[in-house]
């Protein structure tokens, strides 16, 4: 559990760190990149759009580990447009509220118990 808390932390701070140099010399309207790049039909877009997918996927496995209660749709919108800085983030919270137990961190309370 160590290694992958560890994995966590270096992954945020990697995307954090990239994300800081792109704002600084780019700005932040990463949506028209995002909408022209899948309007071009290359290569970018595709990533673009596999990834969007995958934000919209982990935003619905978050929203369903909290039940779609208020919390878990908030949650999950957070995560849809946090991506990792996100994802990493709440796995890590997860990983220490759950004492290291993966089946409650992917399933959440409730559920592990069952």
């Known amino acids: 559990m160590t290694a992958f808390r560890a994995a966590l932390v270096l992954l945020w701070l990697a995307v954090a760190g990239y994300t800081a140099v792109v704002v600084a010399h780019h700005g932040i309207d990463l949506v028209r990149v995002f909408i022209e790049d899948v309007r071009a039909m290359g290569w970018p877009g595709q990533f673009d759009l596999d990834f969007l997918c995958l934000l919209l996927l982990t935003g619905l496995w978050?929203?369903?580990?909290?039940?779609?209660?208020?919390k878990g749709l908030g949650l999950g919108l957070l995560a849809a447009v946090g991506g990792i800085?996100?994802?990493?983030?709440?796995?890590?919270?997860?990983t220490l509220q759950a004492n290291g137990s993966m089946k409650e961190v992917l399933l959440g309370a409730r559920r592990a118990a069952a």
Request: a negative charge; zero cysteines.
């Open 62 to 70: 978050v929203a369903w580990r909290d039940d779609f209660s208020a």
């Open 85 to 94: 800085l996100f994802l990493a983030a709440y796995l890590l919270v997860l």
